[in-house]
């Protein structure tokens, strides 16, 4: 940990203790290096902005229509890019931080909260800007030169408001799932992680099985159908909150190495 680190939480040990104090305490902990959630986050969507921009230019030039590139660019999954770094993101909130603040005399739960309310800090943050985007995109028709990314997937079909909740319910859930399967690791190693892995497969595949012999796929895709967009993204909202529950649970136990 940096120096840097090391007297962002000296400062905050030396504050006066109260419940929000300490939990604030984390969140100060975690955005000593800011670029870790505010930054590389908005590198890896501009890398892919230009990318699609970039194609869209390409197509164009070979001679297909403006109105066909942005049609196409509705099934790009470049809005999603960063996602995948997220997942990281909640790997190394808990990995690299959890023993430091635990020196400093953060208690477990003031530490999970702290991550916790960052996690919601920076999924607002990038839900916001991205259906904010979403309706820039749409209002110059594919920044002025017929191209698309953010208008894709589910995005710009039910305004502003789903385009945020949408983003903020996925973000949550990634970042919860790489801190919820760290805290495994810490608290039972890597034969927690394979028991973890080997359970996950047969749930998956047990699951897959038990709707494919029991005819149950139609069932499901209507009971999806009838929930909407709205519900699917609020039951993955709901998992995130599970997810989170789970780990905290779990790292309660944990012995920090």
Do not use: C
Request: net charge positive.
């Amino acid at each position: 940990m940096t120096a840097l680190a090391a007297s962002a939480a000296a400062d905050s040990v030396s504050a006066p203790r109260s419940r929000f104090g300490g939990v604030w305490r984390i969140v100060r902990l975690l955005a000593v290096k800011p670029s870790v959630f505010f930054g590389v986050p908005w590198l890896i969507l501009a890398g892919a902005l230009v990318v699609s921009l970039a194609i869209a230019l390409i197509i164009q030039g070979a001679g297909a229509p403006a109105a066909e590139t942005i049609k196409g660019a509705r099934y790009s999954w470049a809005v999603l890019s960063p996602q995948w770094y997220l997942v990281a993101v909640g790997v190394q909130a808990v990995g690299l931080t959890f023993s430091f603040a635990l020196g400093f005399s953060s208690t477990r739960r003031d530490f999970w909260l702290g991550m916790s309310l960052m996690f919601v800090l920076v999924a607002a943050e990038m839900a916001a800007a991205i259906a904010t985007l979403v309706q820039i995109e749409k209002a110059t028709n594919g920044w002025f030169i017929g191209a698309g990314m953010f208008n894709a997937l589910w995005y710009g079909q039910n305004g502003w408001l789903f385009d945020f909740f949408s983003s903020f319910a996925l973000q949550l859930f990634v970042l919860f799932v790489g801190a919820a399967a760290t805290t495994i690791f810490m608290r039972w190693r890597m034969k927690g992680m394979l028991t973890l892995t080997a359970v996950a497969i047969v749930g998956v595949l047990g699951t897959v099985a038990a709707l494919t012999f029991s005819g149950s796929w139609p069932a499901v895709f209507s009971w999806f159908a009838t929930i909407g967009l709205w519900g699917v993204f609020t039951l993955l909202l709901g998992l995130a909150v599970v997810f989170a529950v789970l780990g905290y649970i779990v790292i309660r136990r944990a012995t920090p190495r």
